[in-house]
């Protein structure tokens, strides 16, 4: 497993940006395809944003396709998901996820081997 920490979160007006930020150690880092999910109170973790081990294929959920930018530094072993156009329906905790399933598009919590602990994001209208 690999040992996650992200970073980034904080209270933000609607329209505003923040940049996520995850911090990995423990194993080599980009062996992993990682993963962004949020979860807001009440409600289901859902998948935000995925990206491969090197970086070259992400994917996105409809929700926050053209707004949410996910992108990793492997020399730094760091995941960050930049997110702009924030909205208040965007407001939940916000977790980084790594997985050794790398052949496909993973958007399943249950597929994910290692979580962090999450970072608050709130959205105010």
């Known amino acids: 497993q690999v040992q996650l920490v992200e970073s980034g979160g904080g209270l933000v007006q609607a329209g505003g940006s923040l940049r996520l930020s995850c911090a990995a150690s423990g194993r080599t880092f980009s062996r992993f395809r990682m993963g962004w999910f949020r979860q807001a109170p009440g409600k289901e973790r859902e998948f935000v944003a995925g990206?491969?081990?090197?970086?070259?294929?992400?994917s996105y959920a409809d929700s926050v396709l053209g707004r949410f930018t996910v992108s990793r530094d492997n020399a730094k072993n760091t995941l960050y998901l930049q997110m702009n156009s924030l909205k208040p329906e965007d407001t939940a905790v916000y977790f980084c996820a790594a997985t050794t399933v790398t052949s496909v598009v993973v958007t399943t919590a249950r597929q994910y081997d290692s979580w962090g602990q999450g970072t608050q994001v709130t959205v105010s209208s």
């Open positions: 990206i491969s081990p090197i970086g070259d294929r992400r």
